[in-house]
């Protein structure tokens, strides 16, 4: 039955800096938000538009805390994931195409959380390592189908290398923090960040506060 459901809703360098941003586009008009007021929220897994295959899941895991600490009650990733999977929807895409109300349907949230990533992972460059995670989301209402927020953030994590002896060691110092870059998963840590800085309520032109929040406002 569920089946038929699914798919009929089709620290190493001299330097380690975080950075990041939350960006909207002008104002934010919350009217529809707050007349929605979703207490529970399903997050897809997110869409990937960069080339490191980690991407999907190193976000997807980052995403509840931020969530419940603005007061929403976050189905669990792990079972909303192999909920699609038993159903035979295992990509992304699929997942994001079923419609708002099976979504409902099925998992009984009040609304659905869209991500898509679009930066992930080290960009390497002469005398540095930049790993940067950058991604978008997208607050869905599940009853309506109405879009109830938008927002965007990114954080990096700039690695500069220094072993001493003039650019010689520089050199050396930043082939040293690449190496290490690429055998541990950096990106994981600044997902985490750039997490954060999305889907934590109160920023400007971020989410609201839920209902689970002392800083929910009801009226």
């Known amino acids: 039955m569920m089946q038929r459901l699914l798919k009929t809703g089709l620290c190493l360098g001299a330097a380690v800096l975080f950075t990041g941003c939350?960006?909207?586009?002008?104002?934010t008009d919350y009217s529809a938000y707050k007349a929605?007021?979703?207490?529970?929220?399903?997050?897809?897994?997110?869409?990937?538009?960069?080339?490191?295959?980690?991407?999907?899941?190193?976000m997807l895991a980052q995403v509840s805390y931020p969530l419940a600490e603005s007061g929403y009650y976050v189905l669990p990733v792990a079972l909303v994931d192999e909920t699609f999977r038993q159903n035979g929807l295992t990509a992304a895409?699929?997942?994001h195409a079923v419609a708002p109300g099976k979504l409902r349907e099925i998992f009984g949230a009040d609304a659905a959380l869209y991500i898509k990533v679009t930066e992930y992972g080290?960009?390497?460059?002469?005398?540095?390592s930049d790993t940067v995670v950058a991604a978008t989301g997208k607050l869905?209402?599940?009853?309506?189908?109405?879009?109830?927020?938008?927002?965007?953030?990114?954080?990096?994590?700039s690695s500069s290398g220094n072993a001493g002896g003039g650019i010689v060691g520089a050199l050396i110092g930043a082939a040293i923090a690449q190496a290490v870059n690429?055998?541990?998963?950096?990106?994981?840590?600044?997902?985490?960040?750039?997490?954060?800085?999305?889907?934590?309520?109160?920023?400007?032109?971020?989410?609201?506060?839920?209902?689970?929040s002392p800083r929910y406002e009801s009226d």
Not at 22 to 27: E, I, M, P
Not at 140 to 157: E, F, K
């Open 36 to 58: 929605s007021r979703p207490r529970s929220i399903v997050v897809l897994p997110p869409l990937n538009e960069s080339p490191d295959v980690k991407a999907t899941y190193g």
């Open 182 to 212: 690429s055998t541990v998963d950096t990106s994981y840590k600044v997902a985490g960040a750039a997490s954060n800085k999305l889907l934590s309520a109160g920023q400007p032109n971020g989410l609201l506060y839920g209902p689970r």
């Open 122 to 128: 080290a960009k390497y460059r002469l005398l540095s």
């Open 22 to 27: 939350a960006t909207s586009s002008g104002h």
């Open 93 to 95: 895409g699929d997942m």
């Open 140 to 157: 869905v209402d599940l009853r309506t189908g109405t879009t109830l927020w938008q927002g965007a953030a990114s954080s990096a994590n």
